[in-house]
Nanobody
Framework: EVQPVESGGGLVQAGGSLRLSCAAS????????IGWLRQAPGAEREGVSC????????YYADSVKGRFTISSDNAKNTVYLQMSSLKPEDTAVYYC??????????????????WGKGTLVTVSS
């Protein structure tokens, strides 16, 4: 099955950190921009971060700038989202997605080629 596979979600206290991982299953990341999008209960889905297929362009939503860092490991075909200084408002299901378009598609919450099933991040106050 062609799909990104997320891991690393969980429960953390405000101010804490988590690292999400997104591994490619059935395809290789270097052909796609890889994004993280999240959806909180009752809220619209939001593009959080993205790394371009060439890995030289990154995008961060204003709400996470300075706190989240996206990176990639080509050898492991894995993209990471390091989340620090977490806030209760970061609570959401986080999805990894791959797009043949550029990171602008993630910023616009646009069309993705592949979606993961999501991993829940809960930040307690």
């Amino acid at each position: 099955e062609v799909q990104p596979v997320e891991s690393g979600g969980g429960l953390v206290q405000a101010g804490g950190s988590l690292r999400l991982s997104c591994a490619a299953s059935g395809f290789t990341f270097h052909d796609y921009a890889i994004g993280w999008l999240r959806q909180a209960p009752g809220a619209e889905r939001e593009g959080v971060s993205c790394i371009s297929s060439s890995h030289n362009v990154t995008y961060y939503a204003d709400s996470v700038k300075g706190r989240f860092t996206i990176s990639s490991d080509n050898a492991k075909n894995t993209v990471y989202l390091q989340m620090s200084s977490l806030k209760p408002e970061d609570t959401a299901v986080y999805y990894c997605a791959a797009t043949h378009l550029k990171c602008g598609a993630v910023e616009r919450n646009g069309v993705m080629d592949y979606w993961g099933k999501g991993t829940l991040v809960t930040v307690s106050s």
